[in-house]
């Protein structure tokens, strides 16, 4: 059991509110179950192109499904600006419940809508349409659950503790790919092709109601009333927090171009590498894996080490190994080479990926915290995130060489370590020496 710990002159009526393993659990399980709505488009992007996006050519169809993939990144600002600051002035437990409803909603959308041949032009549309309200709920997903599990954690604990908000992302990854592979080897390529996608979009939605059941049971966080009425004068003021904003921006550019880097490997092995369905969709589920376990240990040695060691020396590790991976995957095309390379970076960059997360998190004052993590996120992910697989899928393209996305990746983790250089640590213990 663990107690949020009461901020330095606090009034006496914000007393702590006790927090237990399962309310964590209940975090978790709510924020995997919104990372799967959303990354599950990106396994199957090939598909929902041929069924909503019908081109002249195999390419067009792709590029049109990534391109409708990267718009649900255009509102994760807008969306992170309204739930964030509704997470600081109301509370955490209602924004959370808030994203995850819209979530289920927007996904069911996605999962029922008819194709392209049925409806014509409206399919595109519609689709679009819930691939915004995603990355809307998504948006303001992240300020208020890490801001929860940091408010909820040990302060000795909060890198561990707050290292499953990362972990649940890859928790997702690994669901979907289970999904996928569980599919095309039940149904097959035709089948999954046709409707297949569909199913394991909709297995997201049938867990909407247990996800809100979970998440209105939790208690708040954001449990001061004298506090919280100080706090609203200055709410979403991120002045004197600009160093952390850029600084922050650049860590998760990094870190966003290696996540949808990795997100992109499915269709990067279908397209690229020529393998089956079947084997490429074991890339997220050996992503994931790695992800899952490495995530965990990089938030327990940060709160050993410190933030800034984390930070730096994981990333030029990746810097190193990028390359090497990228070249053995092209020149071997087999399932070996491509689990294992995704695995491994995929290992090395979540050591460093909760570093990330719980020193911008700690660097931001707690009546901003929800908002300005969800808006620094959201932005950088905008951009990146939105952007990565396309212009991944065009340079492979455009220069005809299947290396093209090492180059993309390492030139972004260059910038997201020279910004690890100069973030300041922030973990209490290494903060106190």
């Known amino acids: 059991m663990a107690e949020i710990a009461v901020p330095a002159g606090a009034p006496a009526s914000s007393a702590p509110v006790a927090i ?46 990534l391109m409708t993939f990267g718009a649900g990144f255009i509102c994760r600002p807008i969306g992170a600006l309204v739930i964030g600051r509704y997470a600081d002035k109301v509370g955490r437990r209602p924004a959370m419940v808030f994203s995850f409803a819209l979530m289920g909603v927007s996904i069911l959308g996605l999962a029922v809508t008819p194709s392209f041949a049925a409806i014509g032009p409206l399919a595109p549309i519609l689709v679009l349409t819930w691939r915004l ?16 599990l940091v408010e909820a954690s040990p302060p000795l604990r909060r890198g561990l503790y707050t290292s499953w908000q990362m972990v649940s992302q890859s928790i997702a990854s690994v669901a979907g790919g289970l999904v996928g592979v569980a599919l095309a080897g039940l149904i097959g390529a035709a089948a999954l092709e046709s409707w297949g996608w569909r199913v394991a979009l909709g297995l997201g939605a049938l867990v909407l109601p247990i996800g809100l059941i979970i998440r209105r049971n939790l208690p708040e966080t954001l449990h001061h009333a004298e506090e919280a009425s100080a706090a609203h004068a200055t709410q979403g003021d991120l002045r004197g927090h600009e160093r952390v904003v850029m ?29 089956p369905t079947a084997v490429a969709l074991g890339a997220p589920v050996a992503t994931g894996v790695a992800s899952m376990v490495f995530g965990l240990a990089g938030g327990a040695f940060s709160d050993r080490w410190g933030r800034r060691p984390l930070l730096i020396w994981p990333r030029i590790a990746l810097i190193l190994m990028i390359y090497p991976a990228f070249a053995l995957m092209v020149r071997n095309h087999d399932a070996m080479t491509l ?42 992910v905008a951009v990146f995130g939105g952007s990565t697989q396309p212009i991944v899928a065009w340079l492979i393209h455009a220069t005809g060489s299947p290396m093209a996305p090492a180059w993309y990746l390492i030139g972004a983790n260059v910038i997201g370590l020279i910004a690890a250089v100069y973030m300041k640590e922030t ?6 020496l």
């Open 20 to 65: 237990s393993r399962r309310h964590v659990t209940g975090v978790v399980i709510g924020n995997a179950l919104e990372f799967y709505d959303f990354v599950t488009y990106a396994f199957f992007a090939v598909q929902i192109g041929r069924t909503f996006f019908p081109g002249h050519s195999p390419f067009a169809s792709l590029m049109l499904s």
């Open 247 to 275: 600084l922050g921006l650049a860590l998760i550019l990094a870190g966003t171009v290696t996540v949808y880097v990795q997100s992109f490997m499915t269709t990067y092995a279908v397209t690229s590498l020529h393998m």
């Open 133 to 148: 309200a995603q990355g809307f709920a998504l948006g303001g997903e992240v300020g208020p659950s890490t801001a929860y």
């Open 427 to 432: 973990a209490p213990r290494q903060a106190a």
């Open 339 to 380: 689990l294992t390379a995704s695995a491994v970076l995929a290992a090395v960059h979540s050591l460093c990926s909760v570093s990330v997360i719980v020193a911008v998190t700690e660097s931001l004052r707690k009546e901003v915290r929800s908002v300005g993590l969800a808006t620094i996120y959201a932005t950088s």
